[in-house]
């Protein structure tokens, strides 16, 4: 064969290969993961609960609702009960206390955590998701941003990061696999949503920049609103993305509803002139403003025309906050290890695999996103290897095998705004196991959603049964326990207190 026919035939393999590859990358379905942060499972006009709530009528969520027409609705979806355990677990697989960022993090080696005169919170990852390997109290391992990158999609991370404390290099999402950043950094909530004060807490608090929202000087002095910023940078990385026709990832995370709760002009009036407290308006206008930001997304990727290849995810990463109204029938509120902390509204949209307008009450967890991105993006095998998170599609695409009553896991051994606990759920059955007087609490959450009834003196079996269940847990993930501070040791695990009690 000559030189020439040798080329010929070499490029035309080349050719082949790299139109398939093409081919491949385009038949990805693109994934938007919309992450709201702070929203009770009830903060919406789209009910998750059986019945209508109060807070379902007064809330205006229209494009929450549309989703929830277009897509598959979770009534039982479920993050940690804060938000820096919600977002290291999505990005690893991994449960809160395999991963140890057990709190929320913003500065290097120094815990929110506050004094408790009966107990020692324990040296848990303050410093959070590491991009290297061996950093103090970090957590290190493959991102999703990163393997979904490796599979040829590009990565945008817009709004919230708080991945890891100020001057590690798990602040800046781009050394965790994103492509793109926009805005995201150490901390965990902006210093303003007005950018008349250029997102910074300086206007209130002078000399306080650690808050400051970066990367969006073009903003400052004028009237908008972050969500509004974020949305329009987001949809631009989005145009820039199907130009280069390329899968993407987004990751939109935004900061609304976190506190400082500052109205948004948009939308506060007509809460006002409802009569409800100038707090409720202002937090029912920043949901507003939100649910805007879903709508204008989801009008982009139709004006692009890849609204019918891309699936939308919509999620918050832990209840509502205690200073807003209580999530009924729910109890408890953001940080507490009650419902009202952890279980959060859920959406997820997939042309041509979701079915419209239908309702899912089988219970998924935070960590699930990872492998379920995973599987969406064609990386099956990777998605396999997940540690804790179980991918969700076989519930999405109404085939394969999905665990039935899998045991779910809470752990917080710190001592920020909220004493230290442990709890499981599995089935319809819950156990809370509280560090500091190692009280134990057993809810049926079928027949008590409020969890206002503790069965643990009446079912002595189910209770055992759930606390060897949450020690083995704790064992296995090596899950690190608060020191008891009258005793000097670590507190016992759930089933050693049941025992010592019962005996």
Same mark, same amino acid.
């Given at each position: 064969?000559?030189?020439?026919?040798?080329?010929?035939? &070499?490029?035309?393999?080349?050719?082949?290969?790299?139109?398939?590859?093409?081919?491949?990358?385009?038949?990805?379905?693109?994934?938007?993961?919309?992450?709201?942060?702070?929203?009770?499972?009830?903060?919406? &006009?789209?009910? =998750?609960?059986?019945?209508?709530? #109060?807070?379902?009528?007064?809330?205006?969520?229209?494009?929450?609702?549309?989703?929830?027409?277009?897509?598959? /609705?979770?009534?039982?979806?479920?993050?940690?009960?804060?938000? %820096?355990?919600?977002?290291?677990? !999505?990005?690893?697989?991994?449960?809160?206390?395999?991963? +140890?960022?057990? &709190?929320?993090?913003?500065?290097?080696?120094?815990?929110?955590?506050?004094?408790?005169?009966?107990?020692?919170?324990?040296?848990?990852?303050?410093?959070?998701?590491?991009?290297?390997?061996?950093?103090?109290?970090?957590?290190?391992?493959?991102?999703?941003?990163?393997?979904?990158?490796?599979?040829?999609?590009?990565?945008?991370?817009?709004?919230?990061?708080?991945? @890891?404390?100020?001057?590690?290099? @798990?602040?800046?999402?781009?050394?965790?696999?994103?492509?793109?950043?926009?805005?995201?950094?150490?901390?965990?909530?902006?210093? %303003?949503?007005?950018?008349?004060?250029?997102?910074?807490?300086?206007? +209130?608090?002078?000399?306080?920049?650690?808050?400051?929202?970066?990367?969006?000087?073009?903003?400052?002095?004028?009237?908008?609103?972050?969500?509004?910023? !974020?949305?329009?940078?987001?949809? #631009?990385?989005?145009?820039?993305?199907?130009?280069?026709?390329?899968?993407?990832? !987004?990751?939109?995370?935004?900061?609304?509803?976190?506190?400082?709760?500052?109205?948004?002009?948009?939308?506060?009036? #007509?809460?006002?002139?409802?009569?409800?407290?100038? =707090?409720?308006?202002?937090?029912?206008?920043?949901?507003?403003?939100?649910?805007?930001?879903?709508?204008?997304?989801?009008?982009?990727?139709? +004006?692009?025309?890849?609204?019918?290849?891309?699936?939308?995810?919509?999620?918050?990463?832990?209840?509502?906050?205690?200073?807003?109204?209580?999530?009924?029938?729910?109890?408890?509120?953001?940080?507490?290890?009650?419902?009202?902390?952890?279980?959060?509204?859920?959406?997820?949209?997939?042309?041509?695999?979701?079915?419209?307008?239908?309702?899912?009450?089988?219970?998924?967890?935070?960590?699930?996103?990872?492998?379920?991105?995973?599987?969406?993006?064609?990386?099956?095998?990777?998605?396999?290897?997940?540690?804790? @998170?179980?991918?969700?599609?076989?519930?999405?695409?109404?085939?394969?095998?999905?665990?039935?009553?899998?045991?779910?896991?809470?752990?917080?051994?710190?001592?920020?705004?909220?004493?230290?606990?442990?709890?499981?759920?599995?089935?319809?059955?819950?156990?809370?196991?509280?560090?500091?007087?190692? #009280?134990?609490?057993?809810?049926?959450? /079928?027949?008590?959603?409020?969890?206002?009834?503790?069965? &643990?003196?009446?079912?002595?079996?189910?209770?055992?049964?759930?606390?060897?269940?949450?020690?083995?847990?704790?064992?296995?993930? /090596?899950?690190?326990?608060?020191?008891?501070?009258?005793?000097?040791?670590?507190?016992?695990?759930?089933?050693?207190?049941?025992?010592?009690?019962?005996?």
């Amino acid at each position: 064969m000559t030189h020439l026919k040798v080329f010929t035939v &070499s490029f035309f393999i080349i050719f082949l290969i790299s139109g398939c590859n093409q081919e491949a990358e385009k038949n990805k379905p693109n994934i938007v993961f919309f992450f709201v942060d702070d929203m009770g499972w009830q903060d919406t &006009s789209v009910p =998750f609960h059986t019945e209508t709530t #109060k807070l379902n009528k007064q809330y205006y969520t229209p494009n929450m609702e549309q989703l929830a027409r277009e897509g598959v /609705k979770f009534t039982q979806a479920y993050a940690s009960a804060l938000c %820096s355990p919600s977002r290291i677990s !999505l990005m690893t697989g991994m449960n809160a206390a395999r991963h +140890r960022v057990t &709190s929320w993090t913003l500065r290097k080696d120094v815990s929110p955590d506050q004094q408790n005169k009966n107990i020692q919170a324990p040296d848990w990852n303050v410093n959070g998701l590491s991009a290297e390997p061996n950093q103090p109290r970090t957590v290190y391992t493959q991102t999703l941003p990163q393997l979904l990158k490796k599979a040829g999609y590009k990565t945008i991370h817009a709004g919230k990061a708080h991945f @890891g404390a100020k001057d590690t290099s @798990g602040e800046n999402p781009l050394n965790l696999g994103f492509d793109v950043n926009i805005a995201g950094h150490a901390a965990g909530g902006p210093g %303003s949503y007005w950018a008349k004060y250029n997102f910074s807490a300086d206007w +209130r608090s002078p000399g306080n920049h650690i808050w400051d929202v970066p990367g969006l000087e073009k903003y400052h002095g004028t009237d908008i609103y972050l969500t509004e910023a !974020l949305t329009l940078e987001a949809n #631009k990385a989005i145009s820039k993305a199907v130009e280069e026709k390329k899968p993407f990832y !987004l990751y939109m995370s935004h900061y609304a509803i976190h506190a400082p709760w500052e109205k948004d002009n948009r939308f506060y009036k #007509k809460y006002i002139d409802a009569g409800l407290s100038e =707090f409720d308006a202002t937090y029912a206008s920043m949901l507003e403003g939100m649910d805007k930001s879903l709508g204008d997304i989801q009008a982009n990727l139709i +004006r692009l025309g890849v609204d019918e290849n891309t699936v939308i995810v919509f999620m918050s990463d832990n209840g509502a906050p205690k200073q807003a109204a209580r999530n009924l029938p729910l109890r408890g509120h953001k940080i507490s290890p009650y419902e009202g902390g952890t279980r959060v509204p859920m959406m997820v949209k997939w042309p041509g695999i979701t079915k419209p307008e239908t309702v899912n009450n089988q219970y998924v967890i935070i960590e699930d996103i990872f492998p379920s991105f995973l599987e969406m993006a064609g990386l099956k095998e990777e998605a396999g290897k997940s540690i804790d @998170g179980i991918s969700f599609l076989p519930l999405l695409a109404k085939k394969g095998q999905y665990p039935i009553d899998r045991p779910l896991y809470w752990h917080f051994p710190n001592t920020y705004d909220q004493p230290p606990y442990s709890s499981v759920r599995k089935g319809d059955w819950k156990l809370i196991y509280h560090h500091t007087d190692r #009280k134990i609490e057993v809810f049926n959450l /079928k027949e008590d959603l409020g969890e206002q009834t503790d069965l &643990s003196e009446t079912n002595a079996a189910k209770t055992k049964e759930l606390a060897n269940l949450l020690t083995e847990h704790l064992i296995a993930t /090596k899950a690190q326990m608060p020191t008891d501070k009258i005793s000097g040791k670590l507190v016992e695990y759930p089933i050693d207190a049941f025992m010592n009690k019962t005996e």
